[in-house]
């Protein structure tokens, strides 16, 4: 029984694409995989909550783990919720620069241009305009400071736009339209950043919106982010992750590897070594790539027909040519892949969209480790959240108790609010790990350390055995 391709759109390369492979002749190349981060280096994503959740972030953790396995790098969670460019600031010492960064990715903007302001009720009048211009005006100059912060402190800032305010969607969720015009004059102030520090700019804004249109030309109901018209949902976190691959460390290839079957020889490899077997009864080969495929796993899956990330960046390509005419079938250390007619191996097959290679399956095993890091990380950013939210003007005595007491009075005076359940929660959270917060950082030691002992890439035997018919 054949495995079947995880994506139904697979994709066969045209030979064109082939017969330019063969004008270089045999030849062993490496891709432009530069690694953006190096062994050593410590990443910190500063934000807000869609930067607490860390969706986004983890995806970026997996693909440099995948894709640039021999690259040891601490990713840190610095997201606090509701948070802002003020708040951000006044944490940089004891919750940002405590890490050490050798890079800070920076997001904010959706929580400073307080987008009640944009609300339909409200009176659009002179003193409106004058105090939407004056919140402007402090994001700017508090992101600028910041971003000067990291430059005295030698961190090599990474800018992002800020994540759009879905003002188009038509669902129940009340419309502050204008929110995301102000997020947009947010973007200017940041590509400005970015232009001066000569640092990369991630355009998340315009890149989202660009898809969310799209969306909405066919279900004026569909939205990028969620029903809130703020926080994306898992779509939206890997279109994130997306573009900032794309921006900070673009790499298109896993592999490519390319055969002359009938002379059993290696036309061209790109990021791998290959090693063709002299038995004449079968046609096998054996295969140690430089990194793994990146796994699409199910619950993100969906957002592949929104971006060409396997064409864009994720190619693990096998072109085998002078092939009898038939069918062949494709196995991968014994493991049945699929059944190809000699026409589509010429032509390219991209092996990342085959979820039943051993390759895929080792990247799913590193993958859900990134996810336990990221969890683990969001348990430490609920003590964070709470310390630096709720707690910012306690003034009592440092005791479980007396904190509970003042949490408690507060969280009955938000009793109605749309935050309330989400900070019952978070309080309930913080009181979890609170006490575990030694040992929860102990565990995302010991899950970077997992993480890189089980990604390095093995060698694997391929075999093409003719169907007959």
């Known amino acids: 029984m054949n495995s079947k391709p995880l994506f139904k759109n697979i994709k066969h390369y045209s030979s064109v694409a082939f017969f330019v492979i063969l004008l270089f002749g045999s030849v062993t190349l490496h891709a432009q995989k530069q690694a953006k981060f190096k062994t050593g280096d410590k990443v910190c994503f500063v934000g807000n909550s869609i930067t607490q959740d860390g969706r986004y972030h983890m995806l970026v953790h997996a693909f440099c783990a995948t894709r640039f396995p021999n690259e040891f790098v601490e990713f840190y969670n610095c997201g606090i919720s509701g948070d802002v460019a003020f708040g951000m600031m006044n944490r940089m010492d ?3 620069l405590i890490h050490q960064p050798n890079y800070a990715f920076l997001m904010t903007g959706m929580n400073d241009i307080q987008s009640h302001l944009y609300g339909k009720d409200i009176a659009i009048d002179s003193a409106m305009l004058a105090q939407r211009r004056r919140i402007l005006e402090g994001y700017q100059s508090l992101t600028s400071k910041i971003a000067e912060t990291f430059k005295e402190e030698n ?3 990474v800018f992002m736009t800020p ?11 009340e419309n502050n339209f204008g929110a995301n015009d102000a997020l947009k004059e947010c973007s200017v102030h940041v590509r400005n950043l970015g232009k001066k520090y000569n640092a990369p700019i991630v355009d998340l804004n315009p890149a989202m919106e660009k898809i969310n249109f799209k969306m909405q030309a066919v279900d004026s109901t569909s939205t990028i982010v969620g029903p809130d018209r703020v926080h994306p949902g898992d779509p939206g976190h890997f279109l994130m992750a997306y573009n900032i691959i794309k921006t900070v460390m673009p790499s298109e290839f896993v592999s490519l590897i390319a055969i002359d079957s009938k002379n059993r020889i290696a036309t061209k490899n790109v990021d791998c070594t290959v090693s063709i077997h002299k038995d004449q009864s079968s046609f096998s080969f054996d295969l140690v790539q430089e990194s793994l495929p990146f796994p699409v796993t199910e619950r993100f899956a969906s957002a592949l027909d929104l971006i060409p990330f396997q064409d864009e960046l994720n190619k693990e390509m096998l072109f085998v040519s002078k092939l009898s005419k038939g069918k062949y079938q494709l196995n ?12 589509q191996l010429k032509n390219g097959v991209n092996m990342t969209d085959y979820s039943s290679t051993p390759q895929y399956k080792q990247a799913v095993s590193v993958f859900d480790l990134c996810e336990k890091y990221h969890t683990v990380n969001r348990k430490i950013r609920s003590v964070a959240f709470v310390q630096y939210r709720m707690l910012n003007k306690y003034e009592g005595a440092n005791t479980i108790e007396g904190k509970r007491a003042y949490l408690d009075i507060n969280l009955e005076k938000q009793k109605g609010k749309s935050w309330y359940d989400y900070n019952v929660k978070t309080v309930s959270e913080y009181f979890e790990n609170l006490p575990k917060e030694k040992q929860l950082w102990g565990e995302l030691k010991e899950l970077r350390n997992q993480i ?10 391929y075999r093409l055995v003719k169907v007959l018919s």
Not at 163 to 173: C, R
Not at 332 to 343: F, P
């Open 332 to 343: 991968i250390d014994d493991v049945i892949i699929d059944t190809l007619s000699n026409k």
């Open 94 to 96: 004891e919750d940002i």
């Open 452 to 461: 890189f002992q089980i990604n390095k890439p093995r060698k694997h035997t």
């Open 155 to 157: 961190v090599s800032p």
């Open 163 to 173: 994540s759009i305010y879905d003002q188009t969607a038509k669902i129940p969720k």
